[in-house]
């Protein structure tokens, strides 16, 4: 008889692992993005996202069209609806026909389509990808759910648990998001605030889309939340301000401090790191995205 080896598991973290909890498995894109849709198309205040690939072809589950059409329906509602899409660098160049990276073209879908959706694009560091994938509803409610995990907007993503089909899912993706519901979701709309204020991109002329994109901030009101549920220090209460009003003395540049890690899947879980490395801006590209 043999035993698994047991999981590694993070003891510590920069934030607190709080208890209380609600964390439920969707197993694969088909049931992931469905879930994912009826909390979009159920949210009331706020829908935020960070999306790595998305390809052209895809398409969310029960013919509701592409993730923009899904957004900027929840957009026209009235509902506040931000996204924040990598781009790719030269060294990375070759990922952009799989990412909505902010050509020309995906501009004039935006226009043609009159998106109402807020976006800001946001690199990684050089030959690194932004490979976050999270989606946020209803940010700082009391009814604030999250999504996170490792499924990208791809066509071979979208399968449905089984992987069926004449080739038992030959070419197609194995993947999970999480659904979270409690404390946690406070450090996945911390993490979002923080790289929203501070996209690398929201000073250049095509690095925003929408009213507002370019000079909003995503203000959070997770302070008082994280006194009650955290009893954090004056430091960690000081990083709720919007970071972009950070910045250093050496040479102008700005301080960095956003979560650049791939897929939050553990961090989030066990409580995500506030202040990382500034090594800390990318993971290496993946071959399947």
């Known amino acids: 008889m043999t035993t698994d080896p047991p999981s590694p598991f993070v003891a510590t973290g920069s934030y607190p692992t709080p208890d209380g909890n609600l964390v439920r498995p969707l197993i694969d894109g088909e049931p992931a993005f469905r879930r994912i849709c009826e909390a979009i198309e159920a949210a ?3 829908v935020w996202a960070t999306i ?18 899904v957004l900027d329906r929840a957009a026209r509602r009235g509902v506040d609806v931000r996204v924040i899409f990598w781009r790719p660098d030269t060294e990375t160049e070759a990922l952009m026909r799989n990412a909505f990276w902010g050509a020309p073209e995906h501009f004039e879908l935006l226009r043609r389509n009159d998106h109402q959706v807020r976006i800001r694009w946001d690199r990684a560091h050089a030959g690194f990808c932004q490979h976050q994938k999270t989606w946020l509803i209803d940010a700082g409610k009391d009814t604030e759910t999250s999504f996170l995990g490792g499924i990208n907007l791809n066509p071979h993503s979208l399968v449905s648990p089984g ?51 370019a000079t909003g901030s995503a203000v959070s009101a997770l302070c008082a939340r994280r006194a009650r549920n955290h009893a954090r220090s004056d430091s960690t209460h000081n990083a709720c301000r919007p970071l972009h009003r ?44």
């Open 44 to 46: 009331r205040h706020s």
């Open 163 to 213: 992987h069926g089909g004449g080739h038992l899912g030959e070419g197609q993706n194995h993947d999970v998001y999480i659904e979270l519901v409690g404390p946690s979701v406070a450090d996945v709309h911390h993490n979002f605030v923080q790289r929203w204020n501070e996209s690398s991109e929201r000073h250049q002329d095509d690095g925003c889309w929408g009213a507002g994109s």
């Open 52 to 69: 790595t690939f998305m390809w052209p072809e895809f398409r969310m589950p029960g013919e509701r069209g592409t993730a923009l059409a």
């Open 246 to 289: 950070r910045a250093s003395s050496a040479g102008g540049t700005r301080v960095r401090h956003q979560i650049r890690r791939a897929n939050q899947f553990r961090p989030i879980l066990l409580g995500n790191m506030r202040s990382p490395p500034h090594h800390l801006y990318g993971e290496p590209v993946c071959r399947d995205c």
